[in-house]
């Protein structure tokens, strides 16, 4: 079945770039997202990317979709205490429910 | 707009007990499913429905039932709750086939077994 791998933690310092790393393993993938959860909330859709795309940007949030490699990375320039949260990864293809991977918590230090 | 609505947001059980977790949505979504997060272990699909009077089972389905009577509610009810079952629930709902548009998340039910 479909499989999405991403690390469990990251630690930046603020005011860095943040990146996080998603693998996935279906090649039907139609749309990949990347969710965030702040503590206590649900999650919440930070933006996807079509599968017949290579970048997105999107303010200080930038998807690279490498197909080849079914790889999926999200950088966020300029990382603020705020931007602490857990970062899910998604893929939806060929399923009815998009599959999520574990999450990563993203930790920003002053 | 409502969104996803789960009630309630905290629940206490002890081992035994059974109880229906809400979840109700106004946006005329089709699919709708049922995630608990639990620490290291992300989102694991309980059950899912794709329309009224359709519903299968996800990857953790044991311990719990589902019915999707109509479009805007898909309860999820714990037969006789068990301390592995504490965790927290997430009810979601989206228009359908994958899309540019995003999977509508409730604010959670935050279930403690004992």
């Known amino acids: 079945g479909e499989d999405v791998e991403q690390s469990l933690f990251l630690s930046v310092r603020e005011g860095d770039s943040s990146v996080i790393n998603c693998t996935y393993t279906?090649?039907?993938?139609?749309?990949l997202y990347w969710y965030k959860q702040e503590p206590g909330a649900g999650l919440q859709l930070l933006t996807y990317?079509?599968?017949?795309?290579d970048m997105k940007q999107d303010q200080r949030l930038t998807v690279l979709l490498n197909k080849k490699d079914k790889h999926l990375s999200l950088r966020i320039a300029d990382t603020q205490t705020g931007d602490s949260a857990i970062y899910f990864c998604?893929?939806?293809?060929?399923?009815?429910?998009?599959?999520f991977g574990r999450g990563t918590s993203l930790i920003v230090h002053p | 707009n409502a969104g996803v609505t789960q009630t309630p947001k905290f629940q206490v059980l002890k081992t035994g007990q059974s109880m229906t977790l809400q979840c109700a949505q106004d946006?005329?979504?089709?699919?709708m499913s049922w995630y608990r997060q639990d620490p290291g272990m992300g989102l694991r699909l309980i059950h899912y429905?794709?329309?009224?009077?359709?519903?299968d089972q996800g990857e953790v389905p044991n311990g719990y039932n589902v019915s999707r009577s109509t479009t805007e509610d898909f309860p999820l009810r714990l037969l006789s709750a068990a301390p592995s079952q504490t965790s927290v629930y997430f009810c979601a709902s989206s228009y359908g086939q994958a899309s540019s548009t995003e999977a509508f998340f409730g604010q959670g039910t935050r279930l403690t077994v004992v």
């Open positions: 990317i079509f599968s017949n795309m």
């Open positions: 998604a893929e939806w293809g060929g399923s009815y429910i998009p599959t």
């Open positions: 279906d090649s039907s993938s139609t749309y």
């Open positions: 429905s794709v329309g009224a009077g359709i519903t």
């Open positions: 946006m005329n979504h089709e699919y």
